[in-house]
């Protein structure tokens, strides 16, 4: 079992910065593949970027590949997600998740989910 809780959503201006947290308690936190997750109103939840059990490798959908940076520290039970460059269409409510069995970059497969947590940006 893995509890998720995010925190670090606000309001902030276009071209502004953000950094999402996601704690994590339960023992199989350093075995599973992290991955963030948003939605937005009237819109499906999507991917936005996973990393591995180490740490060592990372994915990024096309619409944040250099501008979000996904990081975990499996001694603080923690992954990391840092938005700069943010525009009005990154506004959704953002998920982390744990996946024990595989990097994916769609939902399958992620069995724990956090409560999210809201980014809105302004222009």
């Known amino acids: 079992q893995v509890q998720l809780v995010e925190s670090g959503g606000g309001l902030v201006q276009a071209g502004g910065s953000l950094r999402l947290s996601c704690a994590a308690s339960?023992?199989?936190?350093?075995?599973?593949?992290m991955g963030w997750f948003r939605q937005a109103p009237g819109k499906e939840r999507e991917f936005v970027a996973v990393?591995?059990?180490?740490?060592?490798?990372?994915k990024y959908a096309d619409s944040v590949k250099g501008r979000f940076t996904i990081s975990r520290d499996n001694a603080k039970n923690t992954v990391y997600l840092q938005m700069n460059s943010l525009k009005p269409e990154d506004t959704a409510v953002y998920y982390c998740?744990?996946?024990?069995?595989?990097?994916?970059?769609?939902?399958?497969?992620?069995?724990?989910w956090g409560q999210g947590t809201q980014v809105t940006v302004s222009s």
């Open positions: 998740a744990a996946n024990p069995t595989l990097m994916s970059t769609t939902t399958r497969g992620y069995d724990y």
């Open positions: 990393i591995n059990t180490r740490g060592g490798i990372t």
């Open positions: 339960g023992r199989t936190f350093s075995s599973s593949a």
